[in-house]
Nanobody, 123 residues
Framework: QVQLVESGGGLVQAGGSLRLSCGAS????????MGWFRQAPGKDREFVAA????????HYTDSVKGRFTISRDNAKNTVYLRMNSLKPEDTAVYYC????????????????WGQGTQVTVSS
């Protein structure tokens, strides 16, 4: 079993930056694609970014391209989400997740989830 724990959320002003971390325990996430999703109050959970195993190819939803950067350190079993130029609409609970599939945008295909970390961006 893979257990994921997020950290790094908080309150930041618009235009500011945060870096989220997601550590895995229980086993390595070797072979897993790692994703970040977010859920704002009253809205569905949405895909933010993902990074594949091996080549480490990143993928982003359009609204965060150029502002967010996903990366992973396989030796540390950790995945990161660097968020720059934050906007109030980025406010949400951010979740880390792991999947063995290549359909990284589909949250239903992720078998492992963290508990989430709150990101609040004030205007």
């Amino acid at each position: 079993q893979v257990q994921l724990v997020e950290s790094g959320g908080g309150l930041v002003q618009a235009g500011g930056s945060l870096r989220l971390s997601c550590g895995a325990s229980g086993r390595t996430f070797s072979g897993y694609t790692m994703g970040w999703f977010r859920q704002a109050p009253g809205k569905d959970r949405e895909f933010v970014a993902a990074i594949t195993w091996g080549a480490g190819i990143p993928h982003y939803t359009d609204s965060v391209k150029g502002r967010f950067t996903i990366s992973r350190d396989n030796a540390k079993n950790t995945v990161y989400l660097r968020m720059n130029s934050l906007k109030p609409e980025d406010t949400a609970v951010y979740y880390c997740a792991a999947t063995m599939t290549s359909y990284y945008r589909d949250s239903t295909l992720y078998g492992y989830w963290g508990q989430g970390t709150q990101v609040t961006v004030s205007s």
